[in-house]
């Protein structure tokens, strides 16, 4: 990946943070190939709480860009507009731009054509959220402004990639793009090792203590079921909003008492994968696309999956061919059966391992690089 001189190629990649952050910055560092030729600089919107990763960036000549420790916001601005200059690429890791970002890149628009914006999901509905302030409607404008002159736009789900164009204008080119999996196929595999015997279903509700997981809807529906059949529900809590997460512990301990276990704490990629192997379904009440990661750890461990029937996900995988169901079906009238038959937990997992892989992966984000 040199130029016609010789030079590596200059990747700029921004993030705000979260734990895909951490999982890519280890895939670039892990997989040679993402790395010949090429010249990466990391710079992160906000602290990503991981000291040891920004060590092993520098350790290993990766250049860190100074940013969430600088306090003055016009030495920030500068700092973003001289790291974008210098780069051959900019890689947006989701479009989430502060007004001084949307000032910058509407000023200076032939900075833009280096932009590939991969949508993450929270990015893109952001559109959809019910803020009418005078203030929003501007920056609103000047992203679109932005996002219809992006050139390159990358996601797993094409149908994001509709919607980018429906609701910002874009007019770039779709990459399908994937990001490594949180789980290994053989975390995954061992995990099944740990199932324990059950007195009754366990459900996995949600996958944070964020908002959009519509927690309170889904407990609603779950609390007529009780009267139907004996489960519990797992309600992961760890990450997010601190106090939307209490209140949701509180609202399903009131509706479901004892059949209800809120998490708080983080568990490490093995201790999840045990989790995730001893639920028989799990409800994602996302109105978007929204925890891909666990949904397809779920799919190949043959569990159930419930999503709204309206997303760009559940379009996704159903046109992968995997058995996956409808949650806006459900109601608290009607039992719902927590069980996938072993037909269809098969056939998922071989779907999903076919799908979804790091040596994948890894081939559609060095295509991205030499595009």
Same mark, same amino acid.
């Given at each position: 990946?040199?130029?016609?001189?010789?030079?590596?190629?200059?990747?700029?990649?921004?993030?705000?943070?979260?734990?895909?952050?951490?999982? *890519?910055?280890?895939?670039?560092?892990?997989?040679?190939?993402?790395?010949?030729?090429?010249?990466?600089?990391?710079? *992160?919107?906000?602290?990503?709480?991981?000291?040891?990763?920004?060590?092993?960036?520098?350790?290993?000549?990766?250049?860190?860009?100074?940013?969430?420790?600088?306090?003055?916001?016009?030495?920030?601005?500068?700092?973003?507009?001289? %790291?974008?200059?210098?780069?051959?690429?900019?890689?947006?890791?989701?479009?989430?731009? $502060?007004?001084?970002?949307?000032?910058?890149? $509407?000023?200076?628009?032939?900075? #833009?054509?280096?932009?590939?914006?991969?949508?993450? +999901?929270?990015?893109?509905?952001?559109?959809?959220?019910?803020?009418?302030?005078?203030?929003?409607?501007?920056?609103?404008?000047?992203?679109?402004? #932005?996002?219809?002159?992006?050139?390159?736009?990358? @996601?797993?789900?094409?149908?994001?990639?509709?919607?980018?164009?429906?609701?910002?204008?874009?007019?770039?080119?779709?990459?399908? #793009?994937?990001?490594?999996?949180? *789980?290994?196929? @053989?975390?995954?595999?061992?995990?099944?090792?740990?199932?324990?015997?059950?007195?009754?279903?366990?459900?996995?509700? +949600?996958?944070?203590? #964020?908002?959009?997981?519509?927690?309170?809807?889904?407990?609603?529906?779950?609390?007529?079921?009780?009267?139907?059949?004996?489960?519990?529900?797992? @309600?992961?809590?760890?990450?997010?909003?601190?106090?939307?997460?209490?209140?949701?512990?509180?609202?399903?301990?009131?509706?479901?008492?004892?059949?209800?276990?809120?998490? *708080?704490?983080?568990?490490?990629?093995?201790?999840?994968?045990?989790?995730?192997?001893?639920?028989? %379904?799990?409800?994602? $009440?996302?109105?978007?696309?929204?925890?891909?990661? $666990?949904?397809?750890?779920?799919?190949?461990? +043959?569990?159930?999956?419930?999503?709204?029937?309206?997303?760009?996900?559940? %379009?996704?995988?159903?046109?992968? +061919?995997?058995?996956?169901?409808?949650?806006?079906?459900?109601?608290?009238?009607?039992?719902?059966?927590?069980?996938?038959?072993?037909?269809?937990?098969?056939?998922?997992?071989?779907?999903?391992?076919?799908?979804?892989?790091?040596?994948?992966?890894?081939?559609?984000?060095?295509?991205?690089?030499?595009?």
């Amino acid at each position: 990946m040199l130029d016609m001189k010789g030079a590596r190629k200059k990747v700029l990649h921004i993030f705000r943070k979260g734990p895909v952050v951490r999982m *890519f910055v280890r895939f670039v560092l892990e997989r040679e190939e993402l790395r010949t030729g090429i010249d990466h600089s990391w710079l *992160f919107k906000e602290d990503p709480k991981d000291a040891r990763l920004l060590t092993d960036l520098r350790e290993q000549g990766q250049t860190v860009i100074e940013y969430f420790g600088i306090k003055n916001k016009i030495e920030r601005l500068r700092t973003v507009r001289k %790291a974008i200059k210098e780069a051959d690429m900019v890689i947006y890791h989701a479009l989430v731009l $502060n007004p001084a970002d949307l000032l910058l890149l $509407n000023i200076s628009r032939p900075l #833009i054509k280096k932009i590939r914006w991969i949508v993450w +999901g929270y990015d893109l509905y952001f559109h959809l959220e019910p803020n009418k302030r005078p203030i929003v409607k501007i920056t609103e404008a000047m992203k679109r402004s #932005i996002a219809k002159r992006v050139p390159v736009l990358g @996601c797993l789900v094409p149908g994001d990639f509709l919607l980018a164009k429906e609701w910002y204008g874009a007019t770039g080119e779709y990459r399908k #793009i994937q990001y490594p999996l949180e *789980f290994d196929y @053989c975390t995954l595999d061992r995990s099944r090792d740990g199932v324990t015997t059950k007195d009754r279903p366990r459900m996995l509700l +949600g996958n944070s203590a #964020i908002a959009s997981n519509r927690h309170f809807e889904a407990l609603e529906v779950l609390e007529g079921q009780r009267t139907l059949q004996e489960f519990k529900v797992i @309600c992961p809590l760890s990450y997010g909003d601190v106090q939307y997460g209490k209140s949701v512990a509180k609202k399903g301990k009131e509706l479901l008492s004892d059949d209800f276990e809120p998490l *708080f704490d983080f568990l490490e990629f093995e201790d999840y994968a045990k989790l995730l192997a001893n639920v028989d %379904a799990a409800w994602m $009440n996302h109105k978007r696309q929204q925890a891909l990661g $666990n949904i397809v750890a779920l799919l190949y461990l +043959g569990k159930k999956v419930f999503l709204d029937g309206s997303t760009t996900s559940f %379009a996704y995988f159903k046109d992968l +061919g995997v058995s996956i169901f409808d949650s806006r079906e459900l109601d608290g009238k009607k039992r719902i059966d927590l069980k996938l038959d072993e037909g269809a937990a098969s056939r998922n997992a071989e779907i999903i391992k076919k799908e979804f892989s790091r040596d994948g992966a890894s081939k559609l984000w060095v295509d991205l690089f030499r595009s």
